[in-house]
């Protein structure tokens, strides 16, 4: 659907974006699109300051430069994707890992592929049922879940009906950000302490993000594996 220059047109506009408002831009970014999302994964963002703020567990103001770093960014972003690369942005999520100073933003299309038509893959229903499991701990069964590999490196997964009645309160209050916050430490801390996969994926999993997107009930789930190699779990071709 996308060719490599509009990879590259984004990527570029990240890291211009980050120089522009911070004087400094990540080390890497890499972008990654399909029918359903772009997955824009930038390593060691804002590296010496980022850096001194988790050593000495500012994390108050850590959190603070990041709402503002995507405050500036994500707006910007959207407009570039929708309007220069003519892809279609319904709504956008994002998280960090402190462990590599790496920061993932999702942005699901209208219309996402993945919530037409399921593409199943290797030990896809033992996933599911893994993450139905851990969600119910945290709050209650998801109504719906949707998994899909974007590359050989990147599996995502999508919940969709697990707002409890008080969070939807807390939302009409406008404490969507405090809400963001809690249910990170909670809810993100399960899904890194038990990821879903057991032996069913013989590799490396580098980092997990998660990001709710309140006002569709809908909550982002990214594992990012380190290297493509022996990739038990992934869809294999049809033989010819």
């Known amino acids: 659907m996308f060719n490599d220059n509009v990879s590259d047109a984004i990527r570029y506009k990240t890291l211009s974006l980050f120089a522009e408002h911070f004087g400094v831009s990540p080390a890497r970014v890499s972008v ?3 029918d359903s999302c772009v997955i824009i994964y930038a390593q060691r963002f804002l590296q010496p300051v980022v850096e001194s703020m ?17 405050g500036y960014l994500l707006p910007e972003l959207n407009i570039f994707v929708n309007q220069d690369c003519g892809i279609p942005v319904e709504a956008q999520a994002y998280d960090w890992n402190d462990d590599d100073l790496s920061c993932l933003i999702f942005m699901m299309l209208s219309d996402p592929l993945c919530l037409q038509e399921n593409k199943p893959y290797p030990d896809q229903n033992k996933i599911h049922r893994h993450i139905a499991a851990l969600t119910y701990d945290v709050q209650k069964f998801p109504q719906k879940i949707y998994s899909f590999w974007v590359d050989q490196r990147i ?3 999508i919940r969709d009906g697990t707002l409890i009645e008080v969070e939807k309160a807390l939302i009409e209050d406008g404490h969507c950000e405090l809400l963001r916050q809690s ?4 809810e993100k801390f399960r899904f890194i302490e038990d990821p879903p996969f057991g032996g069913t994926a013989i590799r490396n999993l580098k980092s997990v993000y998660m990001d709710w997107m309140f006002p569709h009930d809908r909550s982002v789930l990214v594992y990012v594996f380190d290297t493509p190699q022996a990739c038990a779990a992934l869809p294999q071709k049809p033989p010819l």
Do not use: N
């Open 183 to 186: 249910k990170r430490r909670v």
């Open 54 to 70: 988790i050593l000495e567990e500012s994390h108050g103001a850590l959190q603070s430069i990041r709402e503002l770093m995507v």
């Open 32 to 34: 990654t699109l399909d």
């Open 155 to 157: 599996l995502v997964i």
